[in-house]
């Protein structure tokens, strides 16, 4: 591993496209991160820790980096860690494992989709379609739900 640790890391903006952003690790203590996603309000990271079996939630700071790390849940069996992460308006997490397993943002399950084949990410489509799109190994779904994504 050419960086020696698998962390999460954050491109700091820059406005003269002529010159490279910044890059920074802001998380290098989990075994190994792979879903990311912003909070609909933009104040929260939430990380999937693989290695661990676990959902984070990091505090934004202004400057970028995140703080209080706190450990929202464990998945004792199912999803088994995840792979991709989207929320829906009410900041539900919905996270692409052994189906699509929905938790609260205090990280309670609240129910889990079964998908035909394993998936590998999810988002909602344009604002007010209320669809959940779905990509597996081999093939696109496209689920319609009562909720609308973020926006």
């Known amino acids: 591993m050419p960086l020696g640790v698998e962390g999460v890391y954050y491109a700091t903006p820059n406005k003269d496209r002529s010159k490279p952003a910044t890059v920074i690790r802001v998380i290098d203590d989990l075994v190994r991160p792979n879903g990311v996603l912003v909070s609909n309000d933009k104040s929260t990271l939430y990380v999937i820790d693989n ?3 676990s959902l984070w939630a990091y505090a934004i700071q202004p400057d970028g980096t995140v703080k209080d790390g706190r450990k929202l849940c464990t998945f004792d069996s199912e999803p088994r860690g995840g792979d991709g ?3 829906d308006a009410f900041g539900n997490l919905y996270i692409a494992a052994s189906g699509i397993h929905i938790y609260n943002p205090e990280g309670q399950h609240l129910i889990t989709l079964d998908t035909p084949e394993r998936p ?3 988002v909602f489509g344009p604002a007010g379609s209320q669809t959940l ?3 597996a190994r081999t093939s696109l779904y496209a689920v319609k739900l009562n909720v609308d994504g973020r926006r």
């Open 51 to 53: 290695g661990a079996n």
């Open 85 to 87: 992460l989207t929320s």
């Open 120 to 122: 590998a990410n999810c």
């Open 133 to 135: 799109y779905i990509t």
